[in-house]
């Protein structure tokens, strides 16, 4: 039986020396574990321009098309301001989503226990937060047509269209429900059928797909509202299932109730393949962070906690992704910091590479 299959797109900025520690994350379980990945590398976002004058090559496409998991790094940087639009680096991002039909995107913002007073929120309403965000990717104002800058009159205007299908709704819907399922059973659906057509749709439409789940609990929220409710009590809430545009929004505000943008991991998932693996991509929340590229400050856990999610959602090792979640908490609890962690009252300052000793050590003591 052959093992399965991984593509690493590491990508811009901090992206490759993130990556670098996941790589090792990666060949600690295929020597400690038995759980071995025929992983290959290739390039995308401003790494794929400056190659090949595009920001995802056709040959690079196909692959991703064809492994079990991508998992990406970072794309995008201020080298690539004044390119045009049409290759941007966050353009190669956004190909590898819509061409591989990703149209469920998760995005937990959990709460550690040792960064519980890292958050802007008063450390009562982020403890033990744990809450999952479940966006839809392929649709929505971002790809709705016409849009595009015109004349009209003596002015240009602006126009990006929100537009989304039944099936569309329907499809990532189910996929909240059945994470729902898995956790509390509470489900929170956003839009704004107050004011907006596809609103009123997509309430309709997860009302409908509701049915087919009544174990689970199903509110729904106007999405403005939805932002100030995670600010002023996000315990509130298990599962949150949001449009493209909302989602974008709400999951970021979600991640600062964390504390660090450093720590977030999310998984983006599509139709089943003949393997019966979804379709996947993983990628850590943070960006590309040139100001500190290069420079060894920058914080792998996202991208490892991304690993973590492949291993629980592509590859069915739910254990395994336990081990490597309680080796971070345990890293964090031991009071081991990079730069982005760090406070006046201590910690362990450390480089990316020292955290991903720091990692390495917790698994070891795990077995």
Not at 123 to 151: H, K, N, Q
Not at 199 to 211: A, M, P
Not at 266 to 280: H, Q, T, V
Request: net charge negative; proline share 4%; glycine share 10%.
């Amino acid at each position: 039986m052959s093992n399965p299959s991984l593509l690493i797109l590491a990508g811009d900025g901090i992206g490759p020396e993130v990556m670098s520690q996941v790589q090792r994350v990666i060949g600690w379980f295929g020597d400690n574990r038995g759980l071995n990945f025929d992983v290959s590398e290739d390039l995308v976002g401003g790494a794929a321009y400056d190659k090949h004058g595009v920001p995802l090559h056709d040959d690079t496409m196909a692959k991703a098309q064809e492994v079990d998991a991508v998992l990406l790094g970072a794309v995008g940087g201020p080298k690539y301001d004044d390119l045009d639009f049409s290759v941007k680096p966050e353009r190669g991002l956004l190909r590898l989503r819509k061409e591989m039909d990703l149209f469920a995107n998760l995005r937990p913002a959990q709460c550690f226990d040792a960064l519980s007073d890292f958050s802007s929120l008063k450390t009562e309403l982020v403890a033990g937060l744990d809450i999952m965000i479940v966006r839809e990717l392929t649709s929505g104002v971002y790809f709705g047509e016409p849009r595009g800058i015109f004349e009209e009159g003596n002015e240009r205007v602006g126009i990006n269209t929100q537009r989304y299908t039944e099936s569309e709704i329907e499809r990532g819907a189910r996929a909240a429900f059945e994470l729902a399922m898995k956790r509390d059973k509470r489900l929170c659906s956003m839009e704004k059928a107050n004011v907006m057509e596809s609103g009123i749709l997509w309430r309709q439409v997860v009302t409908e797909v509701s049915k087919d789940y009544p174990e689970v609990e199903l509110s729904h929220m106007y999405a403005d509202n939805g932002a100030m409710q995670l600010v002023r009590a996000p315990k509130q809430f298990d599962v949150i299932y949001t449009d493209n545009l909302f989602g974008d929004i709400l999951s970021d505000c979600a991640a600062m109730l964390t504390g660090s943008l450093g720590m977030l991991p999310s998984a983006s998932l599509g139709a089943p393949m003949d393997n019966g693996r979804p379709k996947a991509l993983y990628e850590p929340v943070h960006g590309s962070a040139p100001d500190i590229a290069g420079q060894g400050k920058a914080n792998p856990c996202a991208c490892v906690l991304s690993f973590a999610m492949a291993l629980r959602y592509s590859f069915a090792e739910g254990g395994e992704a336990d081990r490597l979640e309680a080796a971070v908490e345990k890293v964090l609890a031991d009071g081991v910091r990079t730069g982005d962690l760090m406070q006046a009252d201590g910690g362990t300052p450390v480089s990316t590479s020292e955290m991903g000793d720091a990692l390495l050590a917790a698994l070891d003591a795990s077995l």
